[in-house]
């Protein structure tokens, strides 16, 4: 592929796209299942680069990613905490937890704004490494991903099918409905945000050691791009069964990225991308009721014709 989108960006693009992915399927369960508006996003994002990096230093890639879910569930443990027993709304709880991740997440690296992962195997090197082909050697990043976004996406396809599951989904379709049927609500937030960060955490790391560095300020902006996955998602494959619904996502990020990837290539300024996200968000939200509208003025319109042709008929007898 040449000209406008290469081969290379393409690949980037759908690359960096099912990483985002994670976190879009992450704001999934805790937005359009539980009914949460979780805003520790950008800390958890991060704190699960940081604390990958920090062990893929050490010597230990693979040990990265559960260990970065792991800091992602007590990020959501936290969060859940602050909602359910001390009774902060769901939105102020993610601002606080996500001002005091910054510290922790500061502390995690060392008190250091960066750490770089460059001269360390990652999981994508060693993946890498299986093969001497140039196929291989260019796609095999891909291939990974892909393979981690399908298995996340099966796992999250069964567990909103057990007990527990339906549980959660039942929570935040009718909270009342729950207690009446002598489920512990508390519990099925808590689980559903630790679930849910942990996916979060997991982009985290694969972002780190995809990218072989650590920026505290990585995850800044990341809940809108997440926001701006799963709008596009839900308005392309609707609101149908739930595996539909989970690989809307999926689709979401990847389209997301390649808007990114088309502004870049038309040289809109880094500084912009924030408003570039911003627009994304509002036309994915307003394209479903602008359809409305539109179908809702052309069947005024064809009305009013119906009626006037009427008129001239009665006019002529």
């Known amino acids: 592929m040449t000209g406008f989108l290469t081969a290379g960006i393409v690949r980037t693009a759908l690359e960096v796209g099912l990483i985002y992915s994670l976190v879009a399927l992450s704001l999934f369960i805790s937005y359009s299942i539980l009914n949460i508006c979780d805003l520790s996003t950008d800390g958890c994002y991060t704190l699960g680069c940081a604390v990958g990096a920090i062990i893929t230093i ?10 970065a879910m792991l800091a992602g569930i007590c990020s959501g443990y936290v969060t859940a905490l602050l909602q359910t027993k001390f009774g902060v709304e769901s939105i102020l709880a993610g601002i606080i937890v996500n001002t005091g991740l910054y510290t922790v997440n500061l ?9 770089s992962i460059f001269g360390t195997d990652t ?3 060693l993946f890498k490494g ?20 399908i298995l996340v996406c099966a796992l999250i396809k069964w567990f909103l099918g057990t007990t527990l599951g339906l549980s959660i989904r039942a929570t935040g379709d009718s909270p009342a409905m729950v207690r009446a049927s002598s489920i512990n609500p508390i519990f099925t937030i808590t689980v559903g945000l630790c679930f849910s960060n942990s996916l979060t955490g997991l982009a985290g790391c694969l972002i ?4 072989k560095t650590c920026d505290i300020n990585l995850g800044t902006g990341m809940v809108t791009i ?7 998602g839900e308005t392309l494959c609707g609101k149908g069964k739930m595996i539909v619904r989970i690989l809307g996502m999926v689709i979401g990020s990847c389209l997301y990225r390649f808007i990114i990837s088309i502004a870049l290539r038309l040289n809109v300024p880094t500084e912009a991308f924030k408003l570039v996200s911003a627009v994304i968000v509002a036309i994915a939200i307003a394209a479903p009721r602008a359809k409305q509208l539109i179908a809702f003025k052309h069947k005024q319109l064809t009305a009013m014709q119906e009626r006037k042709a009427m008129r001239g008929g009665r006019a002529d007898a």
Do not use: E, R, T
């Not at 502390?107 to 750490?115: L, P, R």
């Not at 291989?136 to 981690?148: C, N, P, R």
């Not at 997440?226 to 596009?232: D, F, H, M, T």
């Open 107 to 115: 502390a995690v690296m060392g008190f250091s704004s960066n750490v």
């Open 208 to 211: 780190g050691q995809y990218n």
């Open 130 to 149: 299986l093969s001497d082909s140039a196929f291989w050697k260019d796609w095999s990043a891909l291939i990974l991903l892909a393979v981690v976004v």
């Open 123 to 125: 999981i994508f090197s």
């Open 226 to 232: 997440a926001l701006a996955s799963l709008v596009i």
């Open 58 to 67: 050490a010597g230990h890639p693979f040990l990265a990613i559960p260990a």
